[in-house]
């Protein structure tokens, strides 16, 4: 008996292997991400005072943005999930830009 693959198996195995390549440059791309962080940010500005912080992403594809549109003026991630009296604050931008960056890679958003 000869054997024989039909045509939807063959198309399985590739699907196949194409996901596991996906998932393997999935795993490669957040320990970059991990491991260094931008060296420099990209700025923005934001429509509600804020800036948009270009090369900070979010893994549902949402750009970073960061803020000092607060009353005591200083700076923080604008979206922070954790409540607001929990918030940390930045002495510059770039230094809420790189906390944002982390929070990301570790996970925390």
Known sequence: MANY???AQRTNAR???IWEEAK???AETRFNLASRAPEHF???RWRHGGWYVHNVRYPSGAIGCVSRNYADRKWRIACDPRPFDQQ???KC???AARAEWMLI???GA
Do not use: W
């Open 105 to 107: 890679a570790q996970g």
């Open 93 to 95: 931008r770039d230094d």
């Open 5 to 7: 693959t039909t045509g």
């Open 24 to 26: 393997r440059l999935k």
């Open 42 to 44: 990209e700025y923005s």
């Open 15 to 17: 699907y196949d292997k």
């Open 88 to 90: 940390p604050t930045f």
